[in-house]
């Protein structure tokens, strides 16, 4: 099962660094892993879509802040929210809301009641170690490596190495995390895209946010 010491391991190797045999270990390696850490958790969920981050909400329009104009209702962003994946108006996430508009960190719609799908930093998603996937633990751990290389090894080349394992093994981590699911919503006809995009506000298509053109 992956665990923290795991990942600094992995990141490590990258660097051709001797592993750590555990998280208190007073050396050079583990304190700059510790520096990176948590911002690198943030980070990785910021790149993807990734499946087993996602989270399935209902959102209730909130009372206390009711649009004077505009789209009807106003909802308060989800606490762990990354980024979106879908925003519908059925429970089975088959209907996307075309309407929906996010600004000054409300989203606003003309439905009450919206069913969100999103990448969630929760403790029990996307922060959840346990469920992280093979290729998203290498991965991370590359992006550690990248951030930490010059620090620890003080090598270029080891650093020019890293940067491009990194590109590398994010497309095949992202490529590996999109075939888990089939695509949630075909993609829409000729006739359906065009009244879609005569809008400015943002909409979904294959579960990526577009902006209306």
Known sequence: ?????????????????RRLANLNEDVLARYEMDAVYTEVK?????????KFALRTSQLTADAD?????????AFTLPDDLVRWAAICLDDQLNVED?????????????SQ?????????????????????????????????ERTALLITKDDAIYQKVQQDNVRLLARAK????????????????FTS?????????YFRNGNMRLGG
């Open 1 to 17: 099962m992956t665990d923290q010491l795991s990942l600094y391991n992995r990141a490590l190797r990258h660097l051709k660094v």
């Open 42 to 50: 943030q980070a990785m969920l910021e790149k993807a879509g990734w």
């Open 65 to 73: 802040d009711s649009p004077s104009f505009g789209l009807n209702y």
């Open 98 to 110: 075309g309407s929906f508009d996010i600004k000054n960190g409300l989203l606003f719609s003309n």
């Open 113 to 145: 009641i919206l069913y969100v799908k999103y990448v969630s930093n929760g403790a029990t998603y996307g922060f959840d170690l346990s469920k992280f996937p093979d290729n998203y633990c290498e991965a991370f751990a590359c992006e550690m490596a």
């Open 175 to 190: 490529n590996f995390d999109a075939i888990q699911e089939a695509v949630r919503f075909k993609p829409a006809g000729t």
């Open 194 to 202: 065009s009244r879609r995009t005569t809008g400015a506000g943002p």
